[in-house]
């Protein structure tokens, strides 16, 4: 895929091959930031650490080491599929450093939750990685992006019952706008929502080609100056449809409550002394994060342990485009 840069940034949905298959170790996804997040987390030996996004076990695999002998690593994840492929890449790992490990299928905004049925209070490190797993995106069958034509699903817990395809066929017209405006943060998402009001009055709309057509017919073809000359792929515009299909995203996972919920609960999940880090990939997601980092950091007894976000190096963003986008921020709870 192309890669389709956001009002705030790279929406990981729309972004470019994550590497060759040597590149990604047959995973399917390449970890982001893989160096600074463990320089953040500093894991230990014999430490309890909280990853909120296994994944496919890409970040798994390098801190796991890091925790043994004696230590513990808990994972989540929404998909199932990634959930039996985490456990299985990762459990030799896990033997091998004599380190204690469980994956759940859970949001992490239920970190609370499944933390207490393994009888654990609180933790010495939590991860959260907001992007998607490569897999997920590369998959047309899951509807997260629409360089192909697939359902238009989105949802990235197989098992939940609200797709793409229900919200853009059963909302209003004013909640679709508002929806696309919010999330996506597209102007022009009231001429957008009247368009497919007016499609589903025909026929229902099914397919990411479908309605990624249907937001284009919205945008005012671009026009040039008499006389100007064509730019060579300076000032490339986004597909018009990036911020719909975002908007549409995260409203079917409900991602930012979710992320709210983490943020709220972090205060009680992390041990004196422990760390958090938190990649996020777009601007509603980092706001949140460096405005909750701040006030725990007044407030709650922490100390943020990055002023400015990490972002990735040249070498890293030309070897996986996804972490063009990616923003670290982390805190530590003060012993």
């Given at each position: 895929?192309?890669?389709?840069e ?6 990981p949905a729309?972004d ?11 995973t399917g996804?390449?970890?982001?930031l893989p160096?600074?997040v463990i ?6 030996p014999g ?8 994944g496919?076990g890409?970040h798994?695999a390098?801190l ?6 004696g ?9 199932p599929?990634?959930?039996a492929?985490s ?5 030799p790992?896990?033997?091998?450093a004599?380190?204690?490990m469980?994956?759940m299928h ?18 010495d490190?939590v991860l959260?990685?907001l ?6 995106v590369?998959d047309?069958?899951?509807g997260l992006?629409?360089s192909e034509?697939?359902p238009?699903d ?7 019952t609200v797709t793409?395809?229900?919200?853009v066929?059963?909302l ?5 706008a ?5 999330y996506?943060?597209?102007r022009?998402?009231?001429?957008i ?5 007016e499609q589903?009055?025909?026929e ?6 479908g309605?990624?057509?249907l937001?284009?017919?919205a945008?005012?073809?671009p026009t ?5 000359k064509k ?7 986004i597909?018009p449809?990036?911020?719909t299909?975002?908007?549409l995203?995260i409203?079917?996972?409900d991602e930012?409550?979710?992320l709210d919920?983490?943020l709220?609960?972090l205060?009680g999940l ?5 760390r958090a880090?938190?990649i996020?990939?777009h601007?509603l ?10 006030s725990?950091g007044?407030d ?6 990055t002023?400015?976000?990490v972002t ?17 921020r982390?805190?530590?709870?003060l012993a």
């Amino acid at each position: 895929m192309d890669t389709q840069e956001t009002p705030n940034g790279n929406d990981p949905a729309q972004d470019g091959p994550s590497g060759s298959p040597t590149e990604t170790d047959n995973t399917g996804h390449l970890p982001v930031l893989p160096a600074p997040v463990i320089e953040l987390l500093d894991p230990q030996p014999g430490q309890v650490l909280l990853d909120c996004t296994a994944g496919r076990g890409g970040h798994g695999a390098l801190l796991i080491p890091r925790l043994g002998p004696g230590g513990r690593y808990i994972g989540l994840d929404m998909d199932p599929g990634n959930v039996a492929y985490s456990r299985d890449r990762l459990a030799p790992i896990a033997k091998e450093a004599g380190v204690g490990m469980e994956i759940m299928h859970a949001n992490f905004r239920d970190a609370r939750g499944v933390l207490g049925t393994l009888g654990i209070d609180a933790v010495d490190g939590v991860l959260a990685d907001l992007g998607f797993a490569s897999n997920q995106v590369d998959d047309p069958a899951r509807g997260l992006a629409f360089s192909e034509d697939g359902p238009l699903d989105m949802r990235l817990d197989t098992g939940a019952t609200v797709t793409a395809e229900r919200l853009v066929n059963t909302l209003p017209e004013g909640e679709l706008a508002d929806l696309i405006y919010e999330y996506g943060e597209e102007r022009l998402s009231r001429r957008i929502a009247r368009k497919i009001v007016e499609q589903r009055q025909r026929e229902p709309i099914t397919t990411t080609s479908g309605l990624a057509e249907l937001v284009r017919r919205a945008y005012p073809r671009p026009t040039r100056p008499k006389g100007s000359k064509k730019s060579r792929g300076r000032g490339k515009r986004i597909d018009p449809a990036t911020r719909t299909f975002m908007a549409l995203r995260i409203a079917v996972n409900d991602e930012l409550g979710a992320l709210d919920g983490l943020l709220a609960e972090l205060p009680g999940l992390v041990n004196p002394g422990g760390r958090a880090a938190i990649i996020s990939f777009h601007s509603l997601e980092d706001r949140r994060v460096k405005r909750a980092f701040a006030s725990l950091g007044q407030d709650a007894g922490f100390t943020v342990l990055t002023r400015k976000p990490v972002t990735a190096g040249d070498d890293e963003a030309q070897q996986n485009p996804r972490s063009r986008s990616a923003k670290l921020r982390g805190i530590q709870r003060l012993a």
